[in-house]
């Protein structure tokens, strides 16, 4: 599977994009070097340029953060987030009580909605995990998923990815106590990649072009590989992103661990990036 150091190759095959930001965009702290001219030639080129992120908070926050790492919204023409998916679907359950699970008792996905927040999972109508503490693993969940689990507490997941990288370490995300409470034979209702929701409002947003002429890219195998191949579009797996060092020795690529780490995947991308740039 081939390499590539840059999207100019091949960008004339496509003409939407959709990146995913953590990963890809920027590493949680600082953008990466090239993407902001990378995304200034896509424009140049009259590319239509979504930003596709699995991140609880609503767009607008988002756009905020993007801008203070010096990518100005001219470079852009879309934003979806699972925040502001999260944030749609609650709207079908104002009036009720919920509990918030992690570090964050007021997302702002909750920004105004008629939602009761309660301190005790005991007296939830529903529950909804977006941010976790740093130092935090799904263990210190457990117990809160059991009082869920025994009062029939469906859990909104308003971060699918398992974990995320934030200036070079990984830490725990709500995907993963998701996945735990499904382990539990909870409910859990999904908002982001790698479901397909997200996708019909990207495609609804480009104006619902031909998939052969739209290409993601991401940087988890989980969430954007495995979102864009059961979509039907072409996805190039960043390298440089949660799986870094997996796939490279002494901070360089190695192709030998790539294909270890494709090897038996049932979902495989179309190609490889090492970081995004032009």
Not at 265 to 276: D, Q
Request: glycine residues 8%; proline residues 4%.
């Amino acid at each position: 599977m081939k390499i590539l150091s840059g999207l100019e190759p091949i960008a004339d095959q496509y003409d939407s994009f959709i990146f995913d930001i953590w990963g890809v965009i920027h590493n949680g702290v600082q953008a990466y070097p090239g993407v902001e001219r990378c995304l200034s030639e896509l424009k140049a080129a009259d590319k239509q340029i979504l930003m596709l992120s699995n991140t609880p908070s609503r767009a607008k926050y988002m756009i905020a953060q993007l801008q203070s790492m010096g990518i100005e919204e001219h470079l852009f023409d879309h934003i979806v987030t699972s925040g502001e998916s999260t944030y749609r679907a609650l709207k079908a359950h104002e009036g009720q009580k919920i509990h918030c699970l992690g570090r964050d008792n007021n997302p702002n996905c909750l920004h105004g909605l008629d939602l009761q927040r309660v301190p005790s999972p005991k007296d939830a109508d529903i529950a909804l995990v977006c941010e976790l503490a740093r130092d935090s693993s799904v263990e210190d969940y457990l117990e809160t998923l059991k009082i869920y689990l025994e009062n029939g507490t469906p859990l909104i997941c308003a971060n699918p990815d398992k974990v995320v990288d934030v200036g070079g370490t990984l830490y725990t995300c709500a995907g993963a106590v998701a996945d735990a409470y499904i382990a539990m034979d909870g409910t859990v209702s999904w908002h982001g990649k790698p479901h397909a929701a997200v996708y019909d409002w990207a495609f609804d947003l480009f104006g619902n072009p031909e998939k052969s002429r739209v290409l993601a890219v991401g940087d988890s195998i989980r969430t954007d590989v495995t979102g864009a191949v059961d979509y039907g579009i072409d996805v190039l797996w960043n390298a440089v992103g949660i799986h870094w060092d997996e796939v490279s020795d002494n901070n360089v690529l190695n192709e030998d661990k790539i294909k270890q780490a494709l090897n038996g995947l049932s979902h495989s991308p179309t190609g490889i990036l090492n970081g995004l740039n032009w």
